[in-house]
């Protein structure tokens, strides 16, 4: 289904502007680069799966988070994204799977590198105090973005992969597929928050400042 969108205010280019070198940035990680000419290392990739798992793991509570303080115009938007992303745990930890990362490793929570540590609690202070847009563009706008795009381009190596299989590469076609929709859905629920009064500014540098975590949280738990 087609998402109906509304005309950008200024702002919006503005934004997009902002975040093209840091988005870029994130592509051009070695975990992404890797990914996409098929040529991971297992040991690495298992590090970094559960490196950064806590970023997926606690993404639908940082979803329920926003729906409780959600305007009446975001709350079908996030109702849906919490089904939709409590069911990506599990893709990832299929990926995992993929790649003979042991359960446990899942299981037993292991400390936060302090990259991903960082970019773990900017996302939760901006769910749970942020103005609204800010929260929005941090979280859905600027994350799933990412991850869609990241996804579009792992697959073009991964796709070829047939140690790691259909389940190996579950979580990434997910996000290949449907992600494009979901930022402009945020990006709805974003304007409208400025139109009330949020900051245009302030909701660029929250989109910028996530994406800015996110990249060296992508290098370091990929790191050798």
Not at 24 to 40: C, F, G, W
Not at 47 to 69: C, G, H, K, M, S
Request: charged share 25%.
């Amino acid at each position: 289904m087609a998402v109906r969108t509304t005309p950008h205010p200024a702002w919006v280019a503005e934004l997009d502007a902002a975040l093209k070198p840091v988005r870029q940035a994130i592509l051009d990680t070695p975990v992404v680069v890797d990914a996409s000419e098929n040529r991971l290392q297992e040991g690495r990739s298992q590090n970094f799966l559960v490196a950064f798992y806590p970023i997926i793991r606690d993404f639908p509570r940082w979803l329920e988070t926003l729906l409780e303080r959600s305007p009446d115009d975001g709350r079908t938007f996030f109702r849906d994204n919490i089904r939709v992303e409590r069911r990506h745990d599990a893709m990832w930890r299929a990926m995992g799977d993929g790649f003979n990362v042991p359960r446990e490793r899942f299981q037993v929570p292991e400390p936060m590198i302090s990259e991903v540590q960082a970019f773990h609690a900017y996302l939760t202070d901006m769910c749970r105090a942020a103005p609204f847009a800010s929260a929005v563009a941090a979280t859905n706008y600027a994350v799933e973005g990412a991850a869609q795009n990241i996804s579009s381009k792992a697959l073009r190596g991964l796709e070829k992969n047939q140690k790691i299989g259909p389940r190996g590469r579950w979580w990434l076609e997910e996000h290949a597929k449907y992600d494009d929709e979901h930022p402009l859905l945020a990006l709805e629920i974003m304007k409208s928050c400025v139109a009330r009064g949020d900051s245009g500014a302030a909701t660029i540098e929250a989109a910028h400042r996530s994406l800015s975590l996110m990249q060296p949280a992508m290098v370091a738990a990929y790191a050798p």
